[in-house]
């Protein structure tokens, strides 16, 4: 499967914990981003990467939030201190170009 | 004022029938335009690019009207297979910066029943 792929796909963690999720975009595409999609709400941007480059930070990104990207290939989103409210479906996505993003299944987290 | 609105629906139709779905933006910066369609829990897959002159997949057409910062998804002959939530999106090119992050309406749920 050469599409983007995202794991885990589901994490159930407590309030307060940290999780990590891994984003693994299409081979050779260079643009990767986060998006966070609640229940009944499109998804709303996070971050953007061009190459190991972190381009852009939506305000929705609190501090308890950091995404990486060191060689320009997978990527990371670490949530700190997890709250309720950060339960959602966290989305990856990646392009070669402007337009076109193609997305991976999503991290479906939930914080109890 | 939400930047990308959409009717939510649900839009139930039988199989066959045609349905329209409308959506504005506000942001008359906005540079590209699309249709995404998403499954019950499923990630979004791009349906379709919308173009000033109007283009057509299929079954589907788009309409982007710029003046009225509007777009406009129409299904004909509405399959059951195109049940799904219908997101518009629009693409704000960011000259200065980064482009490319792309703003999601809420979605328009597709029903259509036998």
């Known amino acids: 499967d050469t599409g983007v792929s995202q794991d885990p796909r589901h994490k159930i963690t407590k309030r307060g914990q940290n999780v990590t999720f891994r984003c693994d975009p299409i081979?050779?595409?260079?643009?990767l981003y986060w998006y966070r999609q609640t229940l009944g709400q499109g998804p709303e941007f996070l971050t953007y990467?061009?190459?190991?480059?972190?381009?852009?930070k939506s305000r929705l990104l609190s501090d308890r939030f950091s995404a990486e990207r060191p060689k320009g290939s997978f990527s990371t989103l670490e949530i700190q201190r997890t709250e309720q409210g950060d339960s959602a479906m966290y989305l990856c996505?990646?392009?070669?170009?402007?337009?076109?993003?193609?997305f991976g299944p999503g991290t479906r987290l939930t914080v109890t | 004022r939400k930047e990308v609105e959409q009717d939510p629906g649900p839009f139930n139709v039988p199989e066959g029938a045609t349905v329209a779905f409308n959506c504005t933006y506000s942001?008359?910066?906005?540079?590209?335009f699309f249709w995404y369609r998403q499954d019950c829990r499923k990630e979004p897959k791009l349906l379709m690019s919308?173009?000033?002159s109007g283009n057509e997949d299929g079954r589907f057409t788009a309409q982007l009207n710029r003046a009225s910062q509007y777009i406009s998804l129409l299904i004909r002959d509405s399959k059951l297979s195109d049940s799904a939530t219908y997101l518009c999106?629009?693409?704000?090119?960011?000259?200065?910066?980064?482009?490319?992050?792309?703003?999601f309406g809420k979605g328009t749920k597709l029903s259509v029943k036998p």
């Open positions: 999106v629009v693409n704000l090119m960011n000259y200065g910066g980064s482009q490319g992050n792309l703003i």
């Open positions: 990467f061009q190459n190991e480059a972190q381009l852009e």
């Open positions: 942001n008359s910066a906005s540079q590209s």
């Open positions: 919308v173009y000033s």
């Open positions: 996505a990646s392009s070669q170009t402007s337009y076109e993003q193609y």
């Open positions: 081979s050779e595409h260079n643009r």
